[in-house]
């Protein structure tokens, strides 16, 4: 079964915690991406990889950090300088090369305790 | 850089009946146009697209158009059904960079 999974479904924050967002691929895409939902609002980029072991800062990069060390693999962590962290997490993936279709996975939806 | 306006924000119609969502967008050099369907806590579904080089492409009961000199894009919904109820996303691309709209949550009323 090909596809974008994330793990997990639902996360807690604790104060000052970093939490780590899981998302991987088994599409062979090159390009990968992370994206905040707030309640009633539309997607904005976090942070976006066309290649491994690069990466650039999207629209609102400011308290989260990522790595790409493998192709299948883009996790993200919500480090403690993002004072609003609460909201739905979306990864996608794109075959990249000129081919910019993303696929979206599933989501984690993250709640500070 | 790129800013997408979508309209309306909510909308309701009675089953069978048809549906239009609309997008503006402020960058001509982008060039390719998605559209996503979003139910409650789920991930984004895309369910047409179109390049900049077509006016207009269908799929059943889904079709979009694109004027691309007046800069806006649509999604047209026919014979709308209980399961098109969700939030609508057009984005646009520049440069693999998706910009989304800000969503239209439709309701089809039986």
């Known amino acids: 079964d090909g596809g974008i999974t994330q793990s997990p479904k639902y996360l807690f924050r604790k104060e000052g915690q970093n939490v780590t967002l899981s998302c991987e691929q088994n599409?062979?895409?090159?390009?990968m991406y992370w994206y905040r939902q707030d309640p009633g609002q539309g997607l904005r980029l976090i942070y976006y990889?066309?290649?491994?072991?690069?990466?650039q800062k999207g629209d609102i990069a400011e308290g989260y950090s990522v790595s790409r060390e493998k192709k299948e693999s883009f996790p993200l962590t919500v480090t403690s300088a993002q004072k609003n962290p609460t909201a739905f997490y979306l990864c996608a993936s794109s075959p990249g090369q000129g081919k910019v279709t993303q696929y979206f996975g599933p989501g984690t939806r993250l709640l500070v305790l | 850089g790129e800013n997408v306006e979508q309209h309306p924000s909510t909308l309701s119609v009675q089953e069978g009946d048809s549906a239009v969502i609309k997008c503006t967008y402020s960058d001509s050099a982008s060039n390719y146009f998605p559209w996503y369907k979003q139910e409650l806590g789920k991930g984004p579904q895309l369910i047409i697209d179109?390049?900049?080089?077509?006016g207009e492409k269908k799929d059943q009961r889904i079709a979009v158009t694109l004027n691309k000199t007046a800069k806006h894009f649509s999604l047209h919904i026919t014979e709308t059904q209980p399961e098109d109820s969700a939030v609508y996303f057009c984005?646009?691309?520049?440069?693999?960079?998706?910009?989304f709209g800000q969503g239209t949550r439709l309701t089809i009323n039986p």
């Open positions: 984005a646009a691309v520049k440069a693999q960079k998706l910009v």
């Open positions: 990889s066309q290649i491994v072991n690069d990466f």
């Open positions: 179109i390049r900049s080089n077509v």
């Open positions: 599409l062979n895409h090159d390009a």
